[in-house]
């Protein structure tokens, strides 16, 4: 079964440095392109990276993005208050035809 | 800037047809070579990717989805749409829709996203 797995909760404090992780398969991460979304609920979500290491203009570079392997990882540092959001990582899927999203990971700052 | 905005009814019966439309601003819908999307948000879950469609109209579907589902395009317009059938109460939920999400991630992700639409499915 194709799924993307992230940790449901990830925390810090001001100032902090914090990464979350998502753990695919050969027939997603492994072979495609990741990208990463920030979503607060009842709102539209924002790309904060695509294409494993990219960010689109008017993202921090506070934020940054990573893979290897069938892994990949986004990087957050200098945690801010208005950080604390859902992120959720997202890679097309051979085996499916299409795209999968992590289950999300919930970052809470302290 | 390009902006896209959901429109369509709030509530569903179970059994009848969800249907939705996108409107896109700012840009040409026909040309740039993008990829068009819909994606869900099931209360207290994550998100759902259901499908994408090139502007000239080649489509992919979340294959749990794909039996129900169409999507289309109407470029005269600037909109694209997408038609649920045999709704339950599983599929309710806030509907985005969004440019990108292209055939194999060969693009820059869903840069521009609606502000989302909750269709609810009850009786």
């Known amino acids: 079964q194709s799924v993307l797995t992230q940790p449901p909760s990830a925390s810090g404090t001001p100032g902090q440095r914090v990464t979350i992780s998502c753990s695919g398969s050969?027939?997603?991460?492994?072979?495609?392109?990741v990208n990463w979304y920030q979503h607060l609920p009842g709102t539209a979500p924002k790309l904060l990276v695509y294409?494993?290491?990219q960010r689109p203009s008017g993202v921090p570079d506070r934020f940054s993005g990573s893979k290897s392997g069938t892994s990949a990882s986004l990087a957050i540092s200098g945690l801010q208050s208005e950080d604390e959001a859902d992120y959720y990582c997202?890679?097309?899927?051979?085996?499916?035809?299409?795209?999968?999203f992590g289950g999300g990971t919930k970052l809470t700052v302290l | 800037q390009v902006q896209l905005q959901e429109s369509g009814p709030g509530l569903v019966k179970p059994s009848q047809t969800l249907s939705l439309t996108c409107s896109v601003s700012?840009?040409?819908?026909?040309?740039?070579?993008?990829?068009w999307s819909w994606i869900r948000h099931h209360p207290g879950k994550g998100l759902e990717w259901i499908a994408s469609?090139?502007?000239?109209?080649?489509?992919y579907y979340n294959p749990s989805l794909k039996s129900r589902l169409t999507i289309s395009v109407d470029t005269s317009k600037n909109q694209f749409s997408l038609k649920l059938i045999s709704v339950t109460a599983a599929d309710t939920a806030v509907y985005y829709c969004?440019?990108?999400?292209?055939?194999?991630?060969?693009?820059?992700?869903?840069?521009?996203w609606g502000q989302g639409t909750l269709v609810t499915v009850s009786s």
């Open positions: 969004a440019r990108g999400l292209g055939y194999r991630g060969y693009d820059s992700g869903a840069d521009y």
């Open positions: 700012g840009g040409s819908f026909s040309t740039g070579g993008y990829y």
């Open positions: 469609m090139y502007y000239s109209g080649s489509t």
């Open positions: 050969s027939s997603n991460i492994g072979t495609n392109t």
């Open positions: 294409s494993n290491n």
């Open positions: 997202a890679a097309w899927d051979d085996s499916l035809n299409g795209w999968l």
